[in-house]
């Protein structure tokens, strides 16, 4: 690969930035790589739900709010 053919040199911010972008690639990938998961998770979870009782998705809704409030606390 060629670099600067003729075209004007960026600045170091510049250059920083374009380093920083780069080397986030492998972090990218991993995000990428977990919410490919997540969607081919979400199938399965759906089934399992539908097949669950108004009183367990309740129970289960009350304790996920139990869960983040405390958190916040």
Known sequence: MIVNQGKRNRSTVELAGLSEVVGGENDAIRRLDGWAADVH?????????????????????????ANAASRVQ
């Open 41 to 65: 998770a979400m199938p399965a979870a759906k089934a399992a739900l539908s097949h669950c009782t108004s009183t367990e998705l309740l129970a289960a809704i009350a304790a996920g709010s």
